[in-house]
């Protein structure tokens, strides 16, 4: 089986850091797109950040120059530094990442989420 594990959520002040990690676990081939999600309550799902098998990112406008993500491939983690963070940044951070597992053809996986909230 697969699954991701999610860690590194927290409460910050404003204007702190934290630094959320996600590490796929089980038989996997190969692992395409990883991505961090947020979901604040009562607002959309919002994709915050998703970097490609080469590295290549793409990050929402809202978390542009302050967040990074980036990842491990050889411990199959996905990393996202946030940094200057605000109380609208105040959700579940999701992680997600599309793999192959052995035997079976590429899917898409979630982890349990974690919640960051930023004090003001």
């Known amino acids: 089986q697969v699954q991701l594990v999610e860690s590194g959520g927290g409460l910050v002040q404003t204007g702190g850091s934290l630094r959320l990690s996600c590490a796929a676990s089980?038989?996997?081939?190969?692992?395409?797109?990883m991505a961090w999600y947020r979901q604040a309550p009562g607002k959309q799902r919002e994709l915050v950040a998703v970097?490609?098998?080469?590295?290549?990112?793409n990050y929402a406008e809202s978390v542009k120059g302050r967040f990074t993500i980036s990842r491990d491939n050889a411990k199959n983690t996905v990393y996202l530094q946030m940094n200057s963070l605000k109380p609208e940044d105040t959700a579940v951070y999701l992680c997600?990442?599309?793999?192959?597992?052995?035997?079976?053809?590429?899917?898409?996986?979630w982890g349990q989420g974690t919640q960051v909230t930023v004090s003001s």
């Open positions: 970097i490609s098998s080469g590295g290549s990112t």
């Open positions: 089980g038989r996997i081939v190969a692992i395409n797109d």
């Open positions: 997600s990442a599309h793999l192959r597992p052995r035997y079976l053809d590429y899917d898409s996986y």
